[in-house]
């Protein structure tokens, strides 16, 4: 079964940084992508960046300035790096799978980044 393992959220302070991780119970390179999405109070989720098995990423136009995604496939381990925070960058970030036709998520890490 598969099953997907966010950690690294917190609370930080404008223009602090930090570093998510999704950890998979199977082999990340079996993922067709994985991927960072995240969904403020009162909106719809969005979707961050993203990471092929081939390598290939893709970003949020608005956030490939400041977030960057990586992994190691050793640890079965995909990273969100997030510098420069601000506060609209404030949310539950999701980590989220696809293998075929399936898709998984994670149960989500908050951040908050404080004014």
């Known amino acids: 079964q598969v099953q997907l393992v966010e950690s690294g959220g917190g609370l930080v302070q404008t223009g602090g940084s930090l570093r998510l991780s999704c950890v998979s119970s199977?082999?990340?390179?079996?993922?067709?992508?994985v991927g960072w999405f995240r969904q403020a109070p009162g909106k719809e989720r969005e979707f961050v960046a993203t990471i092929n098995v081939g390598g290939r990423t893709d970003y949020a136009v608005s956030l490939e300035d400041r977030f960057t995604i990586s992994r190691d496939g050793s640890k079965n381990t995909v990273y969100l790096q997030m510098n420069s925070l601000k506060p609209e960058d404030t949310a539950v970030y999701y980590c989220k799978a696809d293998i075929l036709s399936r898709v998984y998520w994670g149960q989500g890490t908050q951040v908050t980044v404080s004014s």
């Open positions: 199977v082999n990340i390179f079996e993922f067709n992508r």
